[in-house]
């Protein structure tokens, strides 16, 4: 049974930083290509970085600087070290994985930017 488990949310004032964790387990971690997603209320699912199994990485302009997505395989785990966040960064952050068409979502973990 795969699952996808996130942690690490909460909330967190403007200028601040959090850490998102996502663990991985029922996979061969290795061979899949990471991504973190998110959702606000109200809008679209969409990208906010991805890490393929070599360690190429990809980020949305919009968290370009802030964002930095990492890997470890040895511990099925990905990560989203966030700084600099803002309250348009407010939404539900989920971890996908994806290997040629396998692909699995985790149930994510809410992120609320405010003062």
């Known amino acids: 049974q795969v699952q996808l488990v996130e942690s690490g949310g909460g909330l967190v004032q403007p200028g601040g930083s959090l850490r998102l964790s996502c663990a991985a387990s029922?996979?061969?971690?290795?061979?899949?290509?990471m991504g973190w997603y998110r959702q606000a209320p109200g809008k679209q699912r969409e990208l906010v970085a991805t890490i393929t199994t070599g360690g190429v990485t990809k980020y949305a302009d919009s968290v370009k600087g802030r964002f930095t997505i990492s890997r470890d395989n040895a511990k099925n785990t990905v990560y989203l070290q966030m700084n600099s966040l803002k309250p348009e960064d407010t939404a539900v952050y989920l971890c996908n994985a994806d290997n040629r068409g396998l692909n699995y979502w985790g149930k994510g973990t809410l992120v609320t930017v405010s003062s």
């Open positions: 029922g996979i061969i971690f290795a061979r899949y290509a």
